[in-house]
């Protein structure tokens, strides 16, 4: 029996005993698609692969996948197109870019289109799978409430608004999200590496100080005293807590 025959079989085996889900793999290099199609199997997922952008879109529609991991250069319509319609389609559903394409304007330009991570090739298996699972348990959070409470402060995450003393105050899209994520972690002690990780959505860039700087700012604007704060607390050698 041929070889590659088999290894077919093995695989689509594999594929239908998953039971965590689909992920849409959207890649033109054949020999990336092989690499990625094993690494999502051997870790239990059903996987489908598009070979050109529109096949991807297709694809996207009528599998509804879990997640997507996309690359940039694909013809027919751009990995940047694709992100930007699947999120308009299923703002839910997370997309990790994959490329070679490595440049800081690029991954910005990414988030800003609603990519939910960005791995650039060469890449380690371990990390890939890391940061789909991330992107994955993410969105599976389940929704609190939109309006927060504490001190003298009134957060509508909903509407992004925020109030202190009754009246306005204005936060960046990036201070509501980490705000948020603080909120819906009360009493537990978050390192940077993970804010950057679950907020910023990747862990390499930008740097740590970022997030000092944006609790710097969220103290100067929530806290009664920034210099004494009483919600927004430094543990030191471990990272920051939210207490309300």
């Not at 950057?196 to 000092?212: A, C, I, K, M, Q």
């Amino acid at each position: 029996m041929d070889a590659d025959f088999v290894g077919d079989n093995i695989e689509s085996d594999a594929a239908a005993l998953a039971n965590l889900g689909t992920i849409l793999i959207i890649e033109d290099d054949p020999r990336m698609q092989k690499v990625l199609r094993r690494i999502f199997l051997e870790e239990h997922y059903a996987v489908v692969v598009a070979g050109d952008g529109q096949t991807g879109l297709d694809l996207f529609r009528t599998t509804r996948p879990l997640a997507v991991v996309l690359d940039l250069i694909l013809p027919r319509i751009s990995g940047r197109e694709l992100c930007h319609t699947f999120k308009s389609i299923s703002a839910e559903t997370p997309v990790i870019v994959l490329s070679a394409i490595s440049e800081v304007v690029d991954k910005v330009l990414l988030l800003e289109l609603g990519a939910d991570d960005y791995v650039t090739k060469p890449f380690s298996p371990r990390e890939l799978t890391a940061r789909i699972q991330a992107a994955i348990r993410r969105q599976r959070k389940p929704a609190s409430a939109s309006i927060f409470r504490f001190a003298d402060c009134e957060i509508d995450y909903q509407s992004m608004t925020a109030r202190r003393n009754g009246l306005p105050v204005t936060l960046t899209a990036n201070e509501f999200k980490l705000l948020k994520y603080f909120t819906d972690n009360i009493h537990r002690v978050l390192t940077r590496e993970l804010l950057l990780n679950e907020v910023w959505g990747y862990n390499s860039y930008p740097t740590t100080r970022t997030v000092d700087n944006q609790i710097l700012k969220l103290r100067q604007k929530l806290e009664s005293d920034p210099a004494n704060p009483k919600h927004l607390l430094t543990i030191y050698g471990a990272g920051y807590k939210f207490v309300p």
